[in-house]
């Protein structure tokens, strides 16, 4: 069974531009989680998708957006990147039942 | 508001025993994960409680006291491969899947 995939694997960018990464969920997770893990700190929940809706969404600024694709696949979108954007984004995917959360091998996202 | 604390880091010796404690401060409750993360990689799961008491799965055993919003994960014969990140992580109770993570606990396992 595939895990969670991700893609770019890293990605750089420059302060100002626009980022775009992918994850595709494990067949049959309906649900998808982005997390951001800065430097030294722990996961921080960004973004849950849901059946193709934003569910809930962390402590974040509105440049900082998604979507859910009908085969439950996501796209992370990160608008006017500043420095501090530079970080580890994990995707995960879950299925109700069964509790936990399966993680992808993350985007290293640095603006430079 | 959620507030979920670990220590930063720890230091044990190889085949020793290590507890990594895990308080938190949750507006709902629906189970706790302990993850492993080692450096550069996905967190990768460990442990699930939802109920009071202790789960034992080979070397890692985690424990549960929900009334006093503590748990601990159990490292027993300690091996150099345990050099890890480990998250607490508590999953909502309204949003079933939604989970609120620790900072991390880094463990060094030295010889």
């Known amino acids: 069974e595939a895990g969670v995939t991700q893609s770019p694997t890293h990605l750089i960018k420059t302060r100002g531009q626009q980022a775009t990464l992918r994850c595709s969920p494990i067949?049959?997770?309906?649900?998808v989680y982005w997390y951001q893990q800065a430097l030294g700190l722990g996961l921080q929940f960004l973004l849950w998708?849901?059946?193709?809706?934003?569910?809930n969404r962390g402590n974040f600024p509105p440049r900082f957006s998604g979507r859910q694709f009908p085969n439950y696949s996501s796209e992370l979108n990160v608008n006017a990147l500043e420095l501090e954007d530079s970080a580890l984004y994990l995707c995960?995917?879950?299925?109700?039942?069964?509790?936990?959360?399966?993680f992808g091998q993350g985007t290293r996202l640095t603006v430079v | 508001g959620q507030n979920i604390d670990q220590p930063t880091e720890m230091t044990a010796t190889e085949g020793a025993i290590v507890q990594i404690n895990c308080t938190y401060q949750t507006s709902g409750f629906n189970g706790l994960f302990w993850y492993q993360q080692h450096a550069g990689e996905a967190p990768t799961f460990l442990s699930y409680?939802?109920?009071?008491g202790l789960e034992e799965k080979g070397r890692f055993s985690s424990f549960l006291s929900r009334s006093k919003g503590y748990s601990y994960l159990l490292l027993k014969e300690l091996q150099m491969k345990d050099s890890a990140s480990y998250l607490c992580a508590v999953r909502d109770k309204r949003n079933f899947n939604k989970f609120y993570f620790g900072s991390g606990t880094k463990l060094n396992v030295k010889p």
């Open positions: 995960a995917s879950s299925l109700e039942v069964r509790g936990y959360a399966f």
């Open positions: 998708y849901d059946e193709g809706e934003e569910r």
């Open positions: 067949s049959g997770h309906t649900s």
């Open positions: 409680n939802v109920l009071d």
